[in-house]
């Protein structure tokens, strides 16, 4: 318990550091790990019911402040169909409870004809964007090429409807792709790239520390892959987002430096002039409801715990200051109510409808597999800000509702 001197001298300095993210739009390594390990105690003894104690208030303030005056008071949603074509996975997670084996009485691939329908529906629905993602099904090839099959199914994609954004496949699926056919990451990427894919999610990311990683997801990519995956998507012209799986076995010393390495990133791509960036910044917090006993045990809690997520939100906006202005809460995982509440403290987009999530609802997530554009948009109101449907890269559409 910390006394009422003390949590006014916590108060007083966030207040002090809220001034300079203002001045510098953004704070330091050294002061985000500091409001990490000073904010996420009281945090977690916190009810999110109650009034916010005096510094998750002055973290709260500075977040929504830095959040205004980066983007303002506009909240995007993207309207996109999430398509996750097999559930078949070589890998064993530890968070996850979507993969199977093949021999698993509920696996699923997808052929052509059912991916082509699911992407017909969308449209009709008004989707700009399909994101598509899947397990690493080592089957998955065309003749005796996985890069071929990929292509395929992008070209199939784009040849039947050319005007939808292809949001696909993951920096671990392109390694995937490269080690089955011998080839590199940039040959992937590029025909990937060339064949219709015009972005790539920021996924199986997790959190960029070699240790966490060795723990959690021991069979994926390490770090460095992860980086310089990114990093040549960027180079090629694909555009990606950013995540990071939060609320496990991660410290906030891991927490910090897995922003760095996203900053550090961003900071590259403007540098060397790479003719693409990271669009935005995802908060994915763990859900362990129905993930494999292991992790289970390690983690001790089932859903996301809400105050902590929120505090790692609000300096996620001020660590990335002017790097990544975007940020995005799931609601997948939070509930739109916690991702509404996320608006608050620094984010600025509410991702998208997705129609059908798959990943996340295995592990036992309580947010629901789809949200309506009249849900979100009733939710971005609620809070007086102003609603605005966006393309996958951020541009407008339409008129605000
Ligand atoms: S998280 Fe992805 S790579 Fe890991 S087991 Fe699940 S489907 Fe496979």
Redesign the pocket.
Known sequence: MQTTGAIARHEAQAFAELEEVLANNGISAPQALHLLTTALPVAAVSDPQDPLPPLLRALQTASDRLRQQQVGDTVTYVVNRNINFT?I?E???G??A??RDATAADAYWLDIDRILGKVADAVAQGATEICMQG??NPAAKEGSSTLRYYQSLVREIKTAFPGVHLHAFSP?EIQFIAREDGLSYAQVIDVLHQSGVDSMPGT?AEVLVDRVRSRI?PE?INTATWLEIVETAHRLGVWTTSTMLCGHIETPADQVAHLQHLQRLQQKALERDYPARITEFILLPYVGELAPKAMRQWVGHLQPQLLPTLVLTAVARLFLGQWIVNHQPSWVKLGLGGATMALDWGCNDLGGTLMEEH?TSAAGAQGGTGVSPANLVAAIRSLGRTPRQRTTLYALVGEPR
Request: hydrophobic share 30%; net charge positive.
């Open positions: 559930n996975c890998q064993h997670c968070f996850c979507f993969r397990g690493l671990q199986a997801c994926k990943i």
